[in-house]
């Protein structure tokens, strides 16, 4: 698997301590930041993340995934989101990671730093890289949000 990860100055420690694991699963991650304490804006690297993640679905590599994380998990997931092409899921729990791959077909995951503790992110993180989309009845689901993004 390959992921992209991001993140804004408050969720730092812990998207590098994500990072480390997804590496540590035998993934390619590309760690797009940001690198310091300083304050910056959330929905740059959820925009960020979110096109890398959909020009690699775009190319059919149905194996890339985003990790996104802010202090809620909240804003950085609304940014990533607006990126066509993206299924962005914010999971406080193991239950909404494996449902939002399952069912959603999320490909990029949101998490809050403020709001999960490292050991409940890297069982989200661990769950979500697990769980394959489902398909079937919820293919039609997630093909009928993939035709919200151009209006419908």
């Not at 962005?88 to 490909?107: G, I, K, P, V």
Request: charged share 20%; glycine share 12%.
């Amino acid at each position: 698997m390959r992921w992209f990860a991001g993140s804004d100055h408050a969720a730092v420690p812990l998207r590098r301590q994500l990072v480390a694991l997804l590496r540590a699963l035998g993934d390619e991650v590309e760690d797009l930041g940001t690198d310091g304490e300083a304050s910056v804006d959330y929905p740059d690297y959820g925009a960020m993340v979110g096109r890398e993640v959909a020009a690699a679905r775009a190319r059919h590599e149905d194996d890339v995934f985003g990790l996104v994380l802010c202090g809620t998990g909240i804003g950085i997931s609304i940014a990533a989101n607006k990126v066509p092409g993206v299924r962005c899921a914010l999971c406080h729990e193991a239950f909404t990671a494996q449902m939002s791959r399952a069912h959603n077909d999320a490909n990029v995951v949101a998490l809050g730093a403020r709001v999960v503790g490292s050991g409940v992110a890297e069982t989200i993180v661990r769950v979500f890289r697990a769980t394959p989309f489902e398909g079937g009845r919820h293919a039609n689901r997630v093909a009928k949000i993939t035709a919200l993004e151009g209006g419908g």
